[in-house]
């Protein structure tokens, strides 16, 4: 579980204007007896103060026993990479999207900020000896091989905000999108990628889906985060304050959603639990119950929880939400 | 004293009465349970 790692008080924060800058960003193991440990510290977060909006530490794959972490927007030398998790305690660089992303620009000359690399979730695709990414900053399904090469996967429209990715029925890869700024209700969608690279919208009228993922029958679960409250005045775009927290993001709207297959396609669907605080990742353990990561942004330190699920693949449709 | 009788019975007919009401209209959800807490803003998650 990658935990941001939102307690700068703690450690030295460096701040610029807007942001403040610290590396506390951990990624954490629970067994099953409920015991946990850090597998690893001391990685980059940055919240930017005036938004609430913070990047950090955000997916975590495996593959051939190994543990690889992805790194999102950030300030330290390990943002915005693919990190491998060896035996040694020390990260190795897999892939630089920073770097990737500058498109060969010299770095020392570039502001950080500027570059738009932003990766979110992760998948493996072992058959390829490859990972498979969105990026958020980009709007692109990005692939990362073992060998450090990036590419783009899947082009998708300029400045889509891509989230959670999860592999579906047939072996293919499915992202979800808030769609571009500002996020309206009904403007995010499910892609499914196509093995020629291409995206297609295979579920649309969502809003702020933020991850996904698929029972054995196929179904199609979505984390719908929150509606965001802003708006663009000309060129720019504004945080709408409504409440008084001053806070653009209301919580306690996140809900879960199931969708029946048909054929190709996911239409009918329904609300399986509403009142998430601010929900952000979604995964099937192997006896089909469901972990929820919530409290996930504009929390107060150590509220963020995962919860687990048992039954949820067993509600009837029509069934009142939980 | 016989009054009395049938208006406790009647009492507790309706109590009863008003918990299987009560019963029925509470939500039946999965079970659910915290396997981690205290953490900071959480996202990924693997298993």
């Known amino acids: 579980m990658v935990k941001a790692g939102k307690n700068p008080e703690n450690q030295p924060a460096e701040s610029n204007p807007g942001t403040v800058i610290v590396n506390s960003g951990a990624l954490t193991c629970v067994d099953l ?23 950090s530490p955000t997916g975590v794959a495996e593959m051939d026993g ?47 900020s500027s570059i738009e690399a932003n990766p979110y979730a992760i998948i493996p695709d072992p058959a390829n000896r490859r990972f498979s990414m969105t990026d958020g900053a980009s709007g692109q399904v990005l692939s ?34 808030f769609s571009q700024l500002p996020h309206s209700a009904g403007a995010g969608a499910i892609y499914r990628l196509q093995p020629e690279s291409s995206a297609a919208v295979t579920l649309g009228n969502l809003t702020t889906p933020i991850a996904l993922a698929f029972d054995r029958a196929g179904r199609l679960y979505t984390l719908q985060s929150t509606p965001l409250r802003m708006h663009l005045k000309g060129c720019v775009l504004e945080f709408i304050y409504t409440d008084a927290e001053a806070n653009p993001y209301p919580g306690k709207t996140g809900r879960l959603l199931r969708f029946e297959r048909q054929s190709d396609d996911w239409s009918s669907g329904q609300v399986l639990v509403e009142g998430l605080t601010y929900p952000t990742a979604l995964l099937f353990g192997s006896d089909d119950s ?3 990561s919530v409290y996930g942004a504009f929390s107060p330190a150590d509220s963020g929880r995962v919860i687990r699920f048992v039954g949820l693949a067993d509600r009837k449709p029509g069934q009142s939400p939980f | 004293m016989l009054e009395q009788r049938k208006l406790s019975r009647l009492g507790i007919i309706a109590l009863l ?3 299987a009401s009560c019963s029925q209209a509470r939500p039946v959800g999965p079970a659910y349970q915290t396997v981690l807490d205290k953490l900071d803003e959480p996202h990924g998650l693997w298993l």
């Open chain 1, 33 to 55: 007896a409920g015991q946990r440990r850090r597998v690893i510290e001391n990685l980059p977060y940055v919240l930017y103060t005036e938004s609430g909006v913070s990047a």
């Open chain 1, 66 to 112: 190994t543990l690889y972490l992805l790194t999102g927007e950030g300030y330290g030398d390990l943002s915005r990479k693919l990190l491998r998790l060896g035996t040694s305690g020390t990260p190795q660089v897999v892939a630089d999207f920073l770097k990737f992303a500058a498109q060969g620009k010299p770095l020392e000359y570039i502001s950080p």
């Open chain 1, 144 to 177: 990362a091989g073992l060998n450090s090469e990036i590419g783009v996967f899947s082009p998708t429209e300029d400045h889509l905000v891509v989230t959670g990715i999860a592999r579906g029925p047939v072996g293919l890869a499915y992202f979800a999108s």
């Open chain 1, 290 to 292: 469901l972990y929820v």
């Open chain 2, 17 to 19: 009465f008003i918990l």
